[in-house]
């Protein structure tokens, strides 16, 4: 197979109402395809695959053209197709992605959502209520469509009328619920599912700083946060707002395979900054008292910070200075979140 043949989708332009949100249908996160009424040419579970999707010209398999998403056989019937979608967390919702990329002679002509609250079941047909009427689509292209409902959602239907192909699916907004505790007690402060977001960064050219948040340890360096080798004096950076605010106790760098491009030491801010513009957080950051001062770090490697985190009590945001550069797996701030 030509690789050079081999075409990636664009990524989405997100809008203002995405840009403090998670995307809960990653199965990084947790979140699974369980059902579907047909995934004839392309199975479901690629519907929500991270990556963007990808065209390879002349692929074919058993049943037809491969292509990289979810795709159902042509309805000769009456109905429509659909798939259910367990999210990560149950969540508020903000917005959805519909992405047909390379789906052209066999996009759906329109879709629609539907939501299960948390708590009832989604095998009854009662359980679900609509989050999105039916709405045009267009083919090879990313539909990001806001959402107004107050309800937290634990399973959505895509409704594809009446029948074709969808690329990926995005489900973006804020898991609810009470986060996650360790067995001492402390809470991730920083973890996507528990909230965190990153807000900006100077750098991300080899891996989304997004990466940082995720669970578990990465596969590969594909699935952390790397900069691009530094020419110039200074050192890269990322701000991550915690998913509540609270007051940080430990911290974790995990660098799991990185090798030769590890930094070569870190050190992390903090602020108590609610509510402020990204353009303000940056801004602001360069002076945020000092969390972790800079300390050595190893290749591929868990390192544990106790004792020489300073006690700043309750923040907001954090930033995470590599010095000169590299690429880092993994964060976790653990503490303890702060009483309301």
Known sequence: MDQSAILTAPAAELPAWAAQQINL????????????????????ARLLQPQPAIFVPGKYDANGKWMDGWESRRKRGPGHDWCVVRLARPA??????????????NYPPAAALDGCPEGRDPALAESWLPLLPPTPLGGNQHHLIALASPLCISHVRLNIL????????????????????????????AAALNGGYPVAWNDAHFGAASN?????????????????????????????????????????????????????RCSLQAGHAPGQSEQALVAQAQFW??????????????HVFRDDVAALGHVTHVRLNLHPDGGVSRLRLWGEVARR
């Open 289 to 302: 008292p000092t969390l972790l001062p800079e300390m050595k770090l190893q290749a591929d490697h868990i």
């Open 92 to 105: 508020c919702l903000a917005g959805v992605d519909i992405d047909t990329s390379f789906f052209t002679g």
């Open 162 to 189: 009446p029948d074709g192909g969808v690329a990926r699916l995005r489900v973006y907004g804020r898991p609810a619920g009470a986060p996650t505790l360790a067995g001492d007690g402390l809470v991730d402060l």
């Open 212 to 264: 940082l948040l995720l669970p578990g340890r990465g596969a590969d360096i594909g699935e952390g946060w790397e900069t691009r080798r530094r020419r110039e004096p200074g050192f890269d950076w990322c701000i991550i707002a915690l998913g509540q605010p609270g007051t940080i106790r430990r911290i974790e760098i995990d660098t799991a395979h990185f090798k030769g491009n590890f930094p070569d």
């Open 25 to 44: 249908a990653d199965p990084r996160l947790g979140a699974e395809t369980v059902a579907c009424s047909d995934d004839f040419f392309a199975p479901m």
